[in-house]
Structure formats: structure tokens, C-alpha cells
């Protein structure tokens, strides 16, 4: 049988999820897609955080393709993506790509747990399981369902790790221990979810968009519903890049009001939501700030959400197939 030759449904009814399919099976298959996911493009993740901080050049020496970071340093003004990684690598060295890599396996594990397990409950509650049919409105609520309790727990990671990815953060923290005590100390406990209604504003609909997204295309190249890892991965990549297009102005105001601590600007430091960030970024670089990292996203968004489903649809078959052995 041929690598991407699917599985036929007689012979492997694997939508279907069995009754003795645990709850702990799926919680480890999304543990394991959400560590294989983050691990995989945490560098790529870095340079989008780093782009996404960036404002577009305005003086008369430089073009509209300069990207100069909020908090400018001869080591932190990129002319492009290659640019930025060529300049990280030269001046940081090349393991900063990895720089808060560990804030997010610890908290990738139990979110994409909880991600999962949430999705695959509510979808089997609201019968997105349910024979050949499409059941778009299953996937986005379960979509949106598992983001909200996902993010719950991820959110404090993720404050971690883009205080850790931002340019010379090197010489602020030392690990993600100390980076966590000093966010603690100097800005208190709200720090870690001051961008959580923001991060659930962007992540419920691309969640949302994803899922319906996702089990659309898969409807229609992947009909039967079968294990079939190829078409796991073009539909997860396409998922994705569609939902991160759509939700780059969001996730912008969330960057910003995650890494405020590290600003120079008062304004920004003393952003408290969503209306506050956006206004900001409104009046300081108009309407084009919003797009900034865009294509960086879409191109980090692919091949993760690709990774994140291929892992977990290959993870969730393996339990199947020994939940279903005698």
C-alpha cells in the first residue's frame, strides 16, 4: 500500500471514535500533537514574534520594506525575514531560536490535552461523528470549546515565552523560571492573562475557522473518512493558513499586550485590553499595523497546524487500533 494510499473505512472505522476509546488516550494524542508541533516551529514562531514587534521604517534613508523593532537596537532592525535570521544568528547565536522553547513544551503537553479531549467530546456530543455528512456547525463550536479551555492553561506559557523571544531578552532572564519570577514581580499575577480575552478574541475564531476549515476540506479529499496521514496534512495546512490570515490583526494586539512589559514606549507599557492595544497600534502605525507578520504567520501557521493534526490523527489511530485489539 502506497505512504498516502488512505486506509478503507471497512477495514479501519476510525472517525468513529470507539466506546472504549478513553479519555486518557486522547489527552495523550494531543499532549503528543502539541509537542510535536511546538517543538518543530518554535524557531519559526521566534522570528514571527520578532517581525510582528516591528514597525515599518518612515525615515528618509530607508523604504517601506524596513522593519525596525519597537525597541530599536543595531542587533534587533531587520530588512526582511532572511535579513532577521541571518542577524539573530550572527549577533544572539543560533540556539536564541530555541530561546523559551521549554516554557512552551511544558505548557503545550496539558493545553493540547485539554484541546483535544474538549474538541473530540464536543464534537461526539453534538454528532460530528455522525455517518458521511458535514457538520460544520459541530466543528466550529468544538473548535471554539477547546480553545477556551486550552487557553486557559497556555496563556502563562505563552507570556514566558514571547518575553523570551523578544530581542535581548538574553540579558534579562536567564531561564524561564527567572523570566516567569521577574514578570510576577514586576507586573503581578494579572500580567500572565492580560492578553487572555484578547487571546480567546483571536483564538475562538481561528479555532473556529480552523476546525470548520479542517473538516471541510477533509470532506472533500478525504471522503471516507479514513486514516490517511497525507491528507491529514494538506487539510490541517490549509486550515490554518486560511484561519491565521483572517485573525492577523488580532493576534498582533495580543503580541503587543504580551510583551508591554519589555516596551519602552509608557503608552504601550500601560496598555490594560484589546480596545487600548488596538488604538495604539491605530495611532502609532494606522491600519497597515495590523497586517504587520502577516505572511510570517500564514508561513508559521501552515506547516504547524499541518505538524499539530498529522500528530494528532496519527496518535489518536494509534489508540484506536489498540483500544480495538482483543
Not at 230 to 246: D, E, N, P, Q
Amino acid at each position: 500500500m502506497a505512504a498516502h494510499d488512505p486506509i478503507p473505512v471497512e477495514e479501519f472505522n476510525y472517525e468513529a471514535l470507539p466506546s472504549n476509546f478513553s479519555l486518557v488516550d486522547n489527552m495523550l494524542a494531543g499532549a503528543f500533537a502539541g509537542i510535536a508541533e511546538h517543538s518543530v516551529m518554535y524557531p519559526i514562531d521566534l522570528l514571527k514574534v520578532r517581525i510582528m514587534l516591528a514597525e515599518l521604517g518612515s525615515s528618509t534613508h530607508v523604504t517601506q520594506t524596513r522593519m525596525q523593532v519597537v525597541n530599536p537596537s543595531p542587533g534587533a532592525i531587520y530588512t526582511g525575514l532572511s535579513n532577521a535570521v541571518s542577524t539573530i544568528s550572527r549577533i544572539e547565536g543560533f540556539a536564541s531560536f530555541w530561546r523559551g522553547v521549554p516554557s512552551v513544551i511544558v505548557g503545550a503537553g496539558p493545553a493540547h490535552a485539554v484541546y483535544f479531549a474538549t474538541y473530540e467530546a464536543v464534537k461526539q456530543a453534538m454528532g460530528g461523528n455522525v455517518g458521511n455528512e458535514h457538520h460544520p456547525l459541530a466543528a466550529a463550536t468544538s473548535g471554539a470549546c477547546a480553545t477556551i479551555a486550552s487557553d486557559a492553561l497556555m496563556n502563562p506559557f505563552d507570556v514566558v515565552k514571547q518575553r523570551m523571544q523578544v530581542h535581548g531578552s538574553n540579558k534579562m532572564y536567564k531561564s524561564i523560571s527567572q523570566c516567569a519570577r521577574t514578570v510576577y514581580r514586576a507586573e503581578g499575577l494579572a500580567a500572565f492573562y492580560v492578553s487572555y480575552p484578547t487571546t480567546l478574541c483571536m483564538t475562538v475564531p481561528f479555532t473556529a475557522l480552523q476546525f470548520t476549515a479542517y473538516e471541510s476540506i477533509s470532506k472533500v479529499i478525504n471522503p471516507t473518512k479514513s486514516y490517511d496521514p497525507f491528507t491529514h496534512c494538506v487539510a490541517g495546512g490549509l486550515a490554518g493558513a486560511f484561519a491565521a490570515g483572517l485573525t492577523t490583526p488580532l493576534d498582533v494586539i495580543k503580541t503587543l499586550l504580551q510583551t508591554r512589559g519589555t516596551a519602552h514606549d509608557a503608552e504601550i507599557r500601560s496598555a490594560k485590553g484589546l480596545i487600548v492595544a488596538a488604538s495604539i497600534i491605530k495611532r502609532q502605525y494606522g491600519w497597515v499595523g495590523f497586517c504587520r507578520g502577516l505572511w510570517p504567520r500564514i508561513i508559521t501557521t501552515m506547516p504547524s497546524t499541518a505538524i499539530c493534526w498529522t500528530s494528532y490523527e496519527m496518535a489518536k489511530a494509534y489508540f484506536i487500533r489498540h483500544s480495538n485489539d482483543p
